[in-house]
């Protein structure tokens, strides 16, 4: 099993065109002019992505007051990522990537640890990309609960 590489602070955010809960195409460059993160999650409506979805949902006006857009993605199918956005209320773009394409070149699908055991997975991971397209802040295997309340703090938000 390898590792996809990481990103790093400074480096250039990889360009992605994804489908929507809905269908419809939304891509990193939909975002140029506007900081925006953009986090990757194992699975739609497990109880870890569920909470870190909510938190992000009820963080999203601070988050946008401060100039903050928000996407998440996945390997769910959109059909899937609509009935978790409807149940959970959310409102900000989730995005589909079922042949983990956009995960690998985010380095947010490789080897990870999970139940003392190494496995190849969706690695969860989060990022601020500026208004350029430049990585601003790279974390990779974050916890789902807490998560959204210490990035708020990173960024002073």
């Known amino acids: 099993m390898s590792e996809s590489p990481r990103l790093q602070v400074g480096d250039t955010a990889p360009d992605f065109s994804l489908p929507d809960a809905d269908g419809n195409t939304v891509s990193l460059a939909d975002f140029r002019g506007r900081k925006v993160i953009v986090y990757f999650y194992p699975a739609a409506s497990t109880p870890g992505c569920t909470k870190q979805a909510c938190d992000f949902r009820d963080s999203l006006g ?37 042949d983990k394409s956009v995960l690998t070149a985010w380095g947010a699908f490789g080897e990870k640890k999970m139940y003392g055991k190494t496995v190849q997975g969706v690695i969860r991971s989060t990022f601020v990309v500026d208004e350029n397209g430049t990585i601003e802040v790279a974390q990779y295997n974050v916890k789902a609960t807490g998560h959204v309340a210490k990035l708020r703090r990173d960024l002073s938000v």
């Not at 998440?72 to 959109?78: A, E, R």
């Open 62 to 98: 601070e988050l946008n007051g401060a100039g903050l857009e928000v996407v998440g993605i996945s390997p769910d199918k959109p059909a899937k990522l609509a009935t978790f956005r409807d149940t959970e209320g959310l409102t900000f773009p989730l995005l589909s990537d079922p």
